[in-house]
């Protein structure tokens, strides 16, 4: 088992007291104990700071290996790779945790955009269920940002328009159609005395 304590910065300060182990809001399965590394412990930490709703809950956390990850509300448990986790799949299972809370709906692209919206930390990966068009998902960090925002903008929307998820795949579209179209298009220009 790893024992880690975070700086106020976020840094590794070394291992943690038994009675601190004992306090710290994560309880990791036997599966997920073998596999614990301190990335993903660090990235727990980061990404639950963004969840002031789960504060003072001891959340599960296990192994999958059929998944990016999975979530159980009832029993406040996430299950996620141990390597090669985004936080984008720490923050859309934690999400999972808080959906039907504050207003946040239920729901597969519901979560995306609740997760993608909470905070630019969990924008590291494009998100699974949105339709993203290739642009946009062959160049995520381009583009995480705007679509950071649009989510936002998304869930003020939704106050007053029931079909925000259309209108937020529409505007995705309209992003990579501008996108695409300002690019410069490279031209080739050939040498009309080159012989063929």
Not at 89 to 96: A, K, N, R, V, Y
Not at 138 to 153: D, I, K, M
């Amino acid at each position: 088992m790893i024992a880690i304590a975070l700086c106020s910065r976020g840094d590794l300060c070394g291992t943690l007291s038994p009675i601190a182990i004992a306090l710290m809001p994560f309880r990791y399965t036997p599966n997920m104990k073998k596999r614990l590394n301190r990335r993903l412990v660090v990235m727990l930490h980061n990404a639950l700071r963004h969840f002031p709703e789960l504060e003072g809950q001891t959340i599960t956390v296990g192994y999958t290996r059929t998944h990016l990850g999975a979530a159980i509300r009832e029993q406040n448990l996430i299950r996620l790779r141990a390597r090669k986790v985004t936080y984008n799949t720490i923050g859309h299972e934690l999400t999972h945790l808080v959906q039907g809370l504050n207003g946040i709906p239920g729901g597969e692209k519901q979560c995306d955009i609740w997760t993608l919206a909470r905070s630019s930390l969990f924008c590291d990966d494009a998100p699974t269920y949105l339709q993203l068009p290739l642009q946009l998902r062959r160049h995520w960090p381009a583009y995480a940002s705007e679509v950071h925002a649009l989510c936002r903008r998304a869930i003020e929307v939704r106050k007053t328009y029931r079909n925000y998820i259309r209108w937020l795949e529409q505007e995705l579209a309209e992003l990579s159609r501008r996108a695409t179209t300002g690019a410069k298009q490279l031209e080739l220009v050939l040498d009309s005395s080159l012989k063929f």
